[in-house]
């Protein structure tokens, strides 16, 4: 079991730029993949992001070249830099930890709370 604890969202005007931080319970060398996604009112729940403990990344379409994800290993942490934010980007945003082919496949075993980014335009 591992607790994500994520910080960093908030409200900001199109074109600005967050970071999201997710801080694990757990050593991030331990964890196969993270992941972050995303869920807007009445959509479902999407794959933003995903980094493995090898560091190797990726996106998808409609956050590539403006979104990158990063790890601080010492700090047990996962960031979501974001850029160029758009009002299609607004929704909750949750960490997830788990194997790779579950964080994929969209059921990791471990989730944070959400944090809510909204950005205005």
């Known amino acids: 079991q591992v607790q994500l604890v994520e910080s960093g969202g908030g409200l900001v005007q199109a074109g600005g730029s967050l970071r999201l931080s997710c801080v694990s319970s757990?050593?991030?060398?331990?964890?196969?993949?993270m992941g972050w996604f995303r869920q807007a009112p009445g959509k479902q729940r999407e794959l933003v992001a995903t980094?493995?403990?090898?560091?190797?990344?990726n996106y998808a379409d409609s956050v590539k070249g403006r979104f990158a994800v990063s790890r601080d290993n010492a700090k047990n942490t996962v960031y979501l830099q974001m850029n160029s934010l758009k009002p299609e980007d607004t929704a909750v945003y949750y960490c997830?930890?788990?194997?790779?082919?579950?964080?994929?496949?969209?059921?990791?075993?471990?989730w944070g709370q959400g944090t809510q980014v909204t950005v205005s335009s």
């Open positions: 997830a930890a788990g194997l790779l082919s579950r964080v994929l496949a969209g059921t990791p075993a471990n």
């Open positions: 757990r050593s991030l060398f331990t964890i196969g993949a």
């Open positions: 980094i493995t403990s090898s560091s190797s990344t």
